[in-house]
Each structure stands twice: as C-alpha cells, then as structure tokens.
C-alpha cells in the first residue's frame, strides 16, 4: 500500500501548511460497501516536537473546512490557547465533504465520473477509520490532546473508543454518543427540503442548492436559541412588514450555497444520524469505559440540538471524567463563540 502527500500551502506567520494525502487501498465501511484509492485534505499549523508529543487533533463541525484558523480563530493562533509556537495543530477534512477530502465531487476511481449520487456515506467510525490511516503515515504514536465539537465531536468519540491509548486528553464538546431522534428528525427535515428541489436528481454538481438553503435555515433554528435570535434579530422599527429574522435566515441559506455542496450536505447529515457508538457487540457504555484518556466533556447550556443531557451522559460513562456546562445564549453554536470561557477549562484541564 503505497502513499503520497503534497503540500499546497505555507503559512510562514503561523507555520500553516495543506496536504492532501492519498490512500491507496480500500477501505472497508460499516454500511458494507467499500471506497477505494481516496484522499484526505489536512492542515497542519505549527511544528512538530521532536519527540511527536505535542499533537492536537481537531475534529471540524459538518460544513467547516480543514483550516480551523478560518472557523476558530478565538482558539487558533500566536498567544491563543491552541498555540502553533507550543502545538502541532492537526485538522482534517472529513470524507463527504466537499473541501477537498473525498466526497460525492470526487472522481470515482472506478467509473472516472464523480461520486455525485452514488457516493457511499460514512459513518463516524469510518471517518475515524481513515483518519487512523493518515495517523499512521504521519508516523505520530500518540496523540497530545483531541478536541471536536458536535459532528467533530462524534468523530472524536468513534475514534477514542476504537483506539482507547491513543489520546492522552480528550475534549468532546457539544456532541453524543449517538444521535438522538431529535437531532434525526432535524436532518430529516433538512434532506426532505433539498429533495424537493427539482434538480435534485439531476447528475450534476449543483443539485439541490436551492433546497439547501431552505435545510440551512431549519438547521440555524436548531443551531441557536430562542435568547439568540431574540437578542440579534429583533425588529427595532415595529412596522407591519418587519421581518428581520426571515432576512437572516435567507441570507444564510444564501451564504452557504456559494461555498457548499448540496449532496455533501445531504450525505453528511446521514453520517450524522447513523452515529451511534453502541452499534456491534458493545453498548455505548462499555465503549466509552475503554477509554483511557484524560476526559472532559464541554455543553452549553442553551443547546437545543445536543443538549446537556448527552454530554451527561458521556462523561458519566468514560473513566474519572470531568463535565462541565458553559452558560451560554448562544446555543449549540457556544462551542464557536464562548472562546474565553473554553480556553479556561482548557488551561485548568492541562494544567
């Protein structure tokens, strides 16, 4: 099994460089189907310690990028607490998307046509399964600290329960330990949107944009809070015809079409509802017992997509793990604003 990795990009301020590393193999998935001769986008910002014991992992949200200097930049950067001078930060695009991993854009080896309808979804094991892959070719023993919020979250999990040593600390944050029929009914509301678009079966790259930024808006209802949008959105000039929060809500739809792909969005929401650690012979309880990491596991508390509850729940069963709740308005989007108060926990946590 041979391997290729091509750096694209170099950040001197910050020592920020993209790879793509290519698999050459096949890789088996839960669903039963396979995927062969793929490639994984990374970042890496920082630089290696020569004893490889200063490996942070971070795991990204479903439609952020491998760079999570562009998405966290209150974590991520010179005097942050995910500092490149003391950290060799690693983020990885996951498989589904579309930001250069490969996902249903990509060219299947075996027809040299794209993915397009026909890519298989991974599961969150699989995601963890082919990040184990660039692990290995980057030769790193042992990974520091791993950190993932929501989605990233679930990928986090996956893979320290499959690779129980590997971690010395852990930080799920805002996730499960397998998606609730709430967080389900939420993405099926979102694919039923997108299929109804009459493109959406349409063997073509821009299939289903339109009915994307319909899912966007319902996924933003689930994302914020009540508190959120009561603070940010209100119609301060009381006319008949305000309606300030439906502008926001097609202005973001709108945002994420320019950047995003529909049958990404589509595939990733299923990778999302099929996350279950449970799923084998183990409950998710024995699984998150093998863990062997150091374990503190973040909410907040207006979460109404993964509310406090499963992180509760996470943390009751890892061994001596930490929980802690941050007071928060902003909803399950708090792991991306509340900077502060997560570099805090963070710096007690290591300390």
């Known amino acids: 099994m041979g391997f290729f990795i091509a750096p694209l990009e170099r950040n001197h301020k910050m020592e ?14 839960e669903s039963g189907k396979t995927i062969r001769d793929f490639k994984l986008a990374y970042t890496t910002i920082g630089n290696l310690s020569a004893k490889k014991d200063n490996v942070v992992w971070i795991f990204h949200g479903m439609t ?63 995601i963890a399964n082919a990040f184990e892959s660039l692990r290995k070719h980057l030769q790193i023993e042992s990974i520091f600290l791993g950190i993932g919020a929501s989605m990233g979250g679930q990928q986090l999990l996956s893979w320290a329960t499959s690779n129980p040593m590997l971690f010395k600390f852990i930080v799920p944050i805002s996730t499960n330990a397998f ?15 997108i299929e109804n678009d009459h493109t959406w079966t349409t063997d073509s790259e821009e299939a289903g944009l339109e009915g994307m930024k319909v899912a966007r808006s319902i996924a933003l209802i689930s994302y914020r809070h009540y508190e959120t949008y009561d603070q940010t959105q209100q119609d301060t000039d009381k006319t008949i015809e305000a309606t300030k929060s439906e502008s926001y809500q097609r202005y973001q739809g709108e945002k994420l079409a320019k950047r995003f792909n529909a049958i990404s969005y589509y595939m990733l929401t299923k990778t999302m509802d099929s996350h279950h650690l449970g799923r084998g012979i183990m409950e998710a309880e024995e699984k998150l017992a093998l863990i062997q990491s ?3 596991v973040i909410g907040i508390s207006s979460d109404l997509l993964f ?9 009751a069963h890892i061994p001596n793990a930490k929980i802690e709740i941050i007071d928060s308005i902003y909803g399950h989007d708090g792991f991306l604003l509340e900077n502060e108060k997560i570099t805090k926990l963070l710096n007690n946590l290591i300390s």
């Not at 050459?24 to 998935?29: A, D, K, N, S």
């Not at 299947?108 to 993915?115: A, G, L, S």
């Not at 509310?307 to 943390?315: C, G």
């Open 64 to 126: 952020a990028n491998s760079d999570p200097s562009e998405w966290w930049p209150g974590m991520i950067g010179t005097g942050k607490f995910f500092d490149p001078e003391k950290y060799f930060i690693i983020c990885a695009n996951m498989p589904g998307s579309c930001y250069g991993s490969v996902g249903p854009l990509e060219i299947n080896p075996d027809t040299q046509k794209p993915y397009l309808h026909s890519f298989p979804f991974f599961s969150s094991l699989d």
């Open 294 to 296: 150091k374990t503190m």
């Open 179 to 193: 998606h609730s029929p709430w967080g389900k009914a939420f993405n099926a509301s979102q694919r039923m949107c």
């Open 307 to 315: 509310p406090v509850k499963e992180q509760s729940f996470i943390a």
């Open 16 to 29: 920020k460089q993209k790879h793509t590393y290519h698999y050459h193999g096949t890789l088996q998935l």
